[in-house]
């Protein structure tokens, strides 16, 4: 699960910046906006199911229960179908007031209607990935994750490029969306044959206990299932609301400081220049998601490692983990946040040739930033699950969601700052969001891990691999293009850091012990 994880992570990030390359701004701005529509459903529909789903399973399997284990299956499968046709029914039939009245963009409902087929099919997927996770089989979960992207990232391209040829640049996202439902459906095929191979084996096994009534098994599911939902769908609908916020408050300066026409209809000159920043927008945000996908394998290592350290009631050791698995994720978030504040519109300008730098490389700067405090909040927010609380994490994300629509809502509407509110919005956002979960770690914790002592080398270190790396790009600049400066001045920044890192005794021996391989880097590194 956790390799399938990383490469999902890492295909999504290589299939973005290619996209970002290939859609017009405009474009790109219509994809993200009608992404975001269907995380919401998605999350309604999947969020909480498949984990009430594993766990009731798991628990007749313990039991020997077989004839439990099959109902409850069915009665989850009926549940997810009936979830992901209602998605599909809302995102094909209501697709129209979606776009202009859920992210106010009209322009996306092509979109929108494109990405209804992924949710049904990822709805149906979702109860087979949770019988076969109740059975500790991980495998065709963590397979159809790497086809289902990997078939986005193949066929979304060649698509994006076919439509765009065949009748118009803006029907590129509709193509590339396209590649996202058509990587559902294989996946989906593929996990179905699993199945149904699993069954034809075990189909002379017979058991004689008395299943539970659908009713008693659903009601159990939904137990389980309806917080963890609640929790995941705060930050979805904090997303959509921030979409159809900036959308609108753009529309409105460009209607009524620059004086573009808007049709009653929505649609007009105010929405296609809203449109377009905000797809620049939305390229920068490609690039922004790197550095916290890095911290999925370790928020994966930290519960385990915390809560077997709890169940011996050694809080010392908990504390001393925590702490290491703080210092290791902001050991890889702080560098390169750092790096994309000090180098935003050089890598702007580099991944993506064609679009406008002066306006891209500010948001990427802020963005850089904002991308440390989002690491820093997936690492607390393990600490703090694997001590059993996770409500609190919750409350923090729905304060910090509010605190991002105020801050977007004043800046965004203002007609000299427009889009460049949007990343401060998000900065302001996990700024609280993180001094609220580090508030509850220190009081909530009885040996809470020092965040300051976690992270003060690796600031130190990367503040100054920041300044080498903007000061050598200034100065390869004078000689050579932005393409090779920009990556000679990273190369020199990595270089650095590494020095300083090692030079500052920043990681220790106990630190990479949370890290695969661990024992070997330390052995190479010659880390006592």
Same mark, same amino acid.
């Given at each position: 699960m956790a390799v399938s994880s990383i490469l999902v992570k890492v295909i999504g990030a290589v299939y973005r910046i290619p996209l970002g390359r290939i859609l017009p701004d405009d474009v790109m701005g219509d994809y993200?906006?009608?992404? +975001?529509?269907? +995380?919401?459903?998605?999350?309604?529909?999947? =969020?909480?199911l498949p984990v009430a789903l594993s766990k009731s399973i798991s628990e007749a399997n313990?039991?020997?229960?077989?004839?439990?284990?099959?109902?409850?299956?069915?009665?989850?499968?009926?549940?997810?179908?009936?979830?992901?046709?209602?998605?599909?029914?809302?995102?094909?039939?209501?697709?129209?007031?979606?776009?202009?009245?859920?992210?106010?963009?009209?322009?996306?409902? +092509?979109?929108?209607?494109?990405?209804?087929?992924?949710?049904?099919?990822?709805?149906?997927?979702?109860?087979?990935?949770?019988?076969?996770?109740?059975?500790?089989n991980m495998v065709p979960?963590?397979?159809?994750?790497?086809?289902?992207?990997?078939s986005k990232l193949l066929v979304g391209l060649a698509l994006a490029?076919?439509?765009?040829?065949?009748?118009?640049?803006?029907?590129?996202?509709?193509?590339?969306?396209?590649?996202?439902?058509?990587?559902?459906?294989?996946?989906?095929?593929?996990?179905?044959?699993?199945?149904?191979?699993?069954?034809?084996?075990?189909r002379g096994e017979r058991s004689g206990d008395q299943a539970d009534p659908a009713g008693t098994i659903f009601a159990n599911l939904m137990r389980l299932a309806i917080p963890i939902t609640l929790g995941s769908a705060a930050t979805s609908i904090v997303t959509l609301i921030d979409t159809k916020l900036v959308n609108s408050q753009l529309?409105?300066?460009?209607?009524?400081?620059?004086?573009?026409?808007?049709?009653?209809?929505?649609?007009?000159?105010?929405?296609?220049?809203?449109?377009?920043?905000?797809?620049?927008?939305?390229?920068?945000?490609?690039?922004?998601?790197?550095?916290?996908?890095?911290?999925?394998?370790?928020? =994966?290592?930290?519960?385990p490692a915390v809560s077997a350290a709890l169940t011996r009631r050694d809080r010392k050791e908990a504390q001393l983990v925590s702490e290491s698995a703080l210092r290791i994720g902001l050991l890889v978030a702080l560098p390169m946040g750092m790096g994309l504040f000090a180098l935003g519109g050089p890598i702007m300008g580099f991944l993506f040739p064609a679009i406008n730098v002066e306006i891209a490389g500010p948001l990427l700067s802020v963005l850089g930033l904002a991308s440390i405090f989002v690491a820093l909040q997936l690492l607390c927010n393990s600490i703090l699950q694997a001590n059993n609380m996770v409500n609190l994490p919750i409350v923090a994300v729905v304060i910090g969601g509010i605190v991002k629509i105020?801050?977007?809502?004043?800046?965004?509407?203002?007609?000299?700052?427009?889009?460049?509110?949007?990343?401060?919005?998000?900065?302001?956002?996990f700024i609280v969001v993180d001094l609220l979960e580090i508030f509850i770690i220190r009081r909530a914790i009885p040996k809470p891990p020092s965040v300051l002592r976690a992270a003060a080398k690796p600031l130190l270190a990367s503040l100054v691999m920041a300044g080498a790396a903007w000061a050598s790009y200034g100065l390869l600049h004078r000689f050579l293009g932005n393409s090779l400066s920009t990556v000679g001045a990273i190369g020199i920044g990595v270089l650095v850091y590494a020095v300083l890192v090692l030079a500052l005794r920043t990681i220790t021996k106990e630190d990479l012990a949370l890290m695969p391989k661990g024992d070997k880097i330390a052995k190479i590194l010659r880390i006592q």
């Open positions: 993200n906006a009608a992404y +975001n529509i269907y +995380n919401l459903f998605l999350t309604i529909s999947t =969020a909480g313990a039991l020997g229960r077989k004839n439990q284990v099959e109902r409850t299956f069915r009665v989850a499968l009926t549940t997810f179908l009936t979830l992901g046709l209602a998605s599909f029914f809302c995102m094909t039939v209501l697709a129209g007031p979606l776009a202009q009245y859920a992210i106010s963009n009209p322009k996306a409902v +092509n979109c929108i209607i494109a990405l209804a087929p992924s949710v049904l099919c990822v709805c149906i997927m979702s109860a087979f990935r949770g019988y076969f996770q109740g059975h500790f979960t963590g397979v159809s994750q790497i086809i289902e992207a990997g490029v076919f439509f765009m040829k065949q009748f118009g640049e803006f029907y590129g996202s509709v193509g590339a969306i396209i590649g996202v439902s058509f990587g559902s459906v294989v996946a989906l095929l593929f996990i179905i044959v699993l199945y149904f191979r699993q069954r034809s084996r075990s529309t409105t300066v460009f209607q009524q400081v620059d004086g573009l026409l808007l049709n009653p209809d929505g649609t007009g000159p105010a929405l296609d220049a809203a449109r377009s920043l905000y797809g620049i927008y939305s390229k920068t945000m490609s690039i922004y998601n790197l550095p916290f996908s890095m911290m999925v394998p370790l928020t =994966a290592c930290i519960i105020i801050v977007n809502y004043i800046l965004v509407g203002n007609p000299d700052i427009r889009i460049n509110g949007a990343p401060v919005g998000t900065l302001c956002c």
